[in-house]
């Protein structure tokens, strides 16, 4: 039995997007994926937009605590994903030196505005990174080289018109 490709999600405060990309990677890829997040400087909470946009594409999330990369710097992992610019900047070697690709997008955490204007903007997350793991899912990850991984998973950031 092939053991799962590791998939670690690293952002600022692993409190939105981080968490997202966790909950869809280990969702959609379950018994494929075994998916993980962190921040550099990890927030006091997951954001409770990023819990009930979740909770409304019914992946329960309630519970989770932002980790620090410390928390996970000695574990394994296949390939690293940034998805905002201050972590992809500031992104720590792990062991193995895993390939690495940039996801950045706009931080939902930081809208000021309604409740509907702050949902909306999760809502707008979730699916961005849900079209991204679709795609990436897509790619034999247990037989694919690091050139062709990182390729294909750095392209798959280019956001598509929605219709």
């Known amino acids: 039995m092939t053991p799962p490709f ?16 966790e909950a869809i990677l280990a969702t959609r890829g379950a018994g494929r994926i075994e998916a993980g997040s962190a921040g550099s400087h990890p ?5 409770p937009a990023a819990v009930a946009t979740l909770r409304a594409h019914r992946i329960l999330w309630e519970g989770r605590v932002p980790k620090g990369i410390d928390d996970v710097t000695g574990h394994p992992w296949d390939l690293l994903i940034t998805v905002c610019d201050h972590a992809n900047e500031s992104c720590p070697l792990f062991p193995g030196t895993p390939p690495r690709v940039h996801w950045g997008l706009p931080d939902p955490a930081a809208v000021q505005g309604t409740e509907a204007e702050v949902a909306a903007a999760f809502e707008e997350t979730y699916h961005e990174l849900d079209r991204r793991v679709e795609s990436l899912l897509m790619l034999p990850l247990e037989t694919v080289d690091r050139e062709t991984l990182v390729r294909y998973a750095q392209a798959v950031h280019v956001s598509r018109t929605r219709t």
Not at 8 to 16: F, K, Q, R
Not at 43 to 47: G, I, S
């Open 6 to 21: 590791r998939v670690l999600v690293l952002c600022t405060g692993n409190s939105a997007r981080s968490q997202i990309a």
């Open 43 to 47: 927030a006091a909470r997951v954001h």
